[in-house]
């Protein structure tokens, strides 16, 4: 009995957070379409760190978005913890955003004319985290990347890796279990850049999933598995053998 | 996530875009406020008529020589045509004859400058009459006193004068006991009539009056009356008054058919209605353009909320892409939307209140109640729908297609 509970235990464990089958994501009709993603199957488990690159145009933000929950795709299906959300509506698909992912943006994307830590604290309002909590945790996050002194500044009264980093705290201050990040050293200095991706190592040593798009090798390099992509196609696909043993 | 911090980022929402919010409340509010100053000032001008028709009193009739209507006068019968007399005035006097006729007063009228020193003035009502006059046509003194028959048998050279007249000519010093030149013709000033208003377009206080026999002496010589003016005993047997002042007129012109009439007869209680029913058509008109303004208004706040929302998509897009469910971006835009608009609705109506205090082209706006309730209630259902549907639109959007909206 308790071999059974163990053994269904451990497929339970093995089970992907991320299971992405025959993705298909076309833009455009007839023959002036393209597609961004032609056929993607990829399976992530819980507790991976994973690198995605590929030249500009391969669809990397598009299967991030797909991943993301934020689009869905032409064909194909997606699974998240074991839930279909291919097939989700928009209501609920808003809960699992809120609940499971932090998201990094390629362009930030912050509130405007909001202070960054209204804008950290933003998902955590919605999901119904109390003020006090709320405020404390976005402080936090901001201390981590670095912006303790610049917590009441607006997305426009920041640089560009300032920015960024926002970005980053708002997706970490509600401890997701899945971070996704696109680009998120596109507009960092090495010292920054470094400095995440130790904030990245952290949260994967955590137990957390940690998917990265890059297009920069020694990012890359920090994750444990490197998939390849081109022309909406998954080209490679390997462990990071000087990260794991 | 509660209603109450959806409330909270409503507010924000309003005051992190405060030029927006200000432009989008001063435009509701103008629109609120247009309509109800507009029906305001159509509902006081016809109040104004309506009121000072009621000063004339309804059991008043009027003859006036020659038939038909005002302005149309039988221009065949010219030859056998008698003007109206103090002996036909007289004669309506006969209670025997005319039961229903409680006093009569003749009217004899000119043009003439009132001058005094330096000032002069143009009374726009200059007539000659006699006693009864007062009561019959409703007009009182606020100082001095009436001329009497007495006045009236001597031809005395006095004058009963109205407020605008006095202030003309005697500035802010009492009239009461002064001269004046009228025509040519020097009169002492016994009486300042009460304040009367305006009708329409005719200033009821620029008025001289003065006994009809004094007029007739000096000033006229012995030309017809221009009206009688005849008062019923009540207002029910204005009608009663009337028929027996035709009968005897009639008689006395030997006139036998109305056609051949060579005066005509004007019952107050007729003209009110003419009167009313008129100026109704202008509320009537007014509205309309109160209409027309509020749809234009209307408009105008779609035509905010639409590009707000729309100028906002990207942000309704990162809400969505951080986990904000559909109802709380839907509950935050409707909340801005009805404050918004309930702030430009109140704005409005204080403004139409305050703006209804002013007098408009002589007119004393009265507020409509229901203008207010329309003005306001159109303008909110407006604004939230306007700003709740398209927000609505946006927060359906899945977030990767409102974020790319530029
Ligand atoms: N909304 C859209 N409409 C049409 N084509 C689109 C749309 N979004 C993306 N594409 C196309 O899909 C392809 C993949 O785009 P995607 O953004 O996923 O590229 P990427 O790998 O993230 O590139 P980059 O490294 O430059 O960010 C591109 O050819 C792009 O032109
Ligand atoms: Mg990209």
Redesign the pocket.
């Known amino acids: 009995m308790a071999e059974a509970v163990e053994a269904v235990d451990s497929v339970v464990d093995k089970q992907p957070v991320i299971e992405v089958q025959n993705a298909i994501k076309r833009?455009?009709v007839g023959d002036a379409s393209?597609f961004?993603l032609n056929g993607v199957s990829l399976s992530i488990e819980a507790g991976e760190y994973v690198a995605i690159m590929?030249?500009?145009?391969?669809?990397?933000?598009?299967?991030m978005n797909i991943i993301g929950a934020l689009d869905i795709m032409t064909s194909g299906k997606y699974f998240l913890d074991g839930i279909e959300i291919s097939s989700m509506d928009e209501n609920h698909l808003a809960i699992v955003r809120g609940r499971k992912i932090g998201f990094i943006f390629?362009s930030f994307n912050l509130i405007p004319r909001t202070s960054a830590l209204a804008n950290v604290e933003l998902p955590m309002a919605y999901q119904g985290v109390k003020p006090k909590e709320r405020r404390e945790r976005a402080m936090v996050a901001l201390d981590v990347v670095g912006l303790g002194d610049r917590v009441n500044h607006e997305p426009t009264e920041l640089s560009g890796g300032q920015q960024q980093r926002v970005a980053v705290a708002r997706a970490l201050a509600t401890r997701p279990a899945l971070l996704l990040a696109?680009?998120p050293t596109g507009a960092l200095d090495s010292k920054s850049t470094g400095d995440l991706l130790d904030l990245f190592d952290q949260i994967n040593a955590a137990g957390r999933t940690v998917v990265v798009?890059t297009?920069e090798l020694d990012v890359a390099h920090r994750a444990k598995r490197i998939i390849r992509?081109r022309d909406?196609k998954i080209v490679g696909d390997e462990i990071n053998k000087e990260r794991v043993a | 996530m509660s209603v109450f911090e959806i409330i909270r980022f409503a507010f924000r929402g309003l005051f992190i875009n405060r030029l927006r919010t200000a432009l989008t409340t001063l435009g509701i509010m103008i629109g609120v406020a247009s309509v109800i100053i507009l029906l305001a000032v159509g509902n006081g001008s016809s109040k104004a008529i309506q009121s000072s028709l009621d000063r004339l009193g309804t059991n008043s009739l009027q003859v006036r020589s020659g038939g038909g209507g005002f302005g149309f006068r039988a221009r065949a019968s010219a030859n056998t045509q008698k003007p109206l007399t103090i002996l036909d005035t007289v004669a309506l006097t006969d209670k025997t004859q005319a039961p229903d006729i409680k006093q009569v007063a003749p009217i004899a009228s000119t043009n003439g400058t009132c001058v005094v020193g330096t000032n002069t003035s143009t009374p726009s009502t200059f007539y000659g009459t006699w006693p009864s006059y007062y009561e019959a046509s409703n007009t009182s003194i606020q100082s001095g006193s009436y001329f009497t028959n007495d006045d009236v048998t001597q031809a005395r050279r006095v004058a009963l004068i109205g407020q605008t007249t006095a202030t003309a000519l005697f500035g802010t010093a009492s009239p009461i006991g002064q001269t004046m030149r009228c025509s040519g013709i020097q009169f002492t000033v016994i009486g300042l009539t009460a304040v009367k208003g305006s009708s329409g377009f005719q200033d009821g206080d620029s008025l001289v009056l003065i006994p009809i026999t004094t007029m007739e002496n000096t000033i006229t010589g012995n030309q017809p009356l221009t009206d009688i003016l005849v008062e019923a005993t009540k207002s029910t047997t204005a009608t009663a008054a009337q028929t027996e002042l035709t009968a005897i007129l009639d008689a006395r012109h030997g006139i036998t058919g109305r056609k051949t009439a060579d005066f005509s007869v004007f019952n107050q209680a007729s003209l009110l209605s003419t009167a009313s029913s008129s100026s109704q058509t202008f509320t009537t008109l007014l509205g309309m353009v109160a209409a027309i303004s509020l749809l234009v208004g209307g408009i105008g706040i779609t035509n905010i909320m639409l590009v707000t929302v729309i100028e906002r998509t990207r942000e309704i897009g990162i809400r969505k892409a951080i986990g904000a469910p559909k109802s709380a971006i839907l509950t935050q835009f409707l909340i801005e939307a009805t404050i918004l608009s309930l702030l430009g609705g109140i704005l409005g109506v204080i403004a139409g209140f305050v703006g209804s205090h002013f007098t408009i082209y002589g007119t004393k706006p009265v507020i409509v109640p229901a203008s207010v309730f329309l003005a306001f209630g159109v303008s909110i259902l407006i604004g939230v729908f306007f700003g709740g549907y398209p927000a609505s639109r946006a927060a359906s959007l899945r977030p990767i297609e409102a974020l790319?909206y530029e």
């Not at chain 1, 590929?54 to 299967?63: E, H």
Request: glycine share 22%; net charge neutral.
């Open positions: 833009y455009g393209i961004a590929g030249p500009s145009g391969s669809g990397k933000s598009t299967l390629q696109d680009e798009i297009h992509m909406g | 790319r």
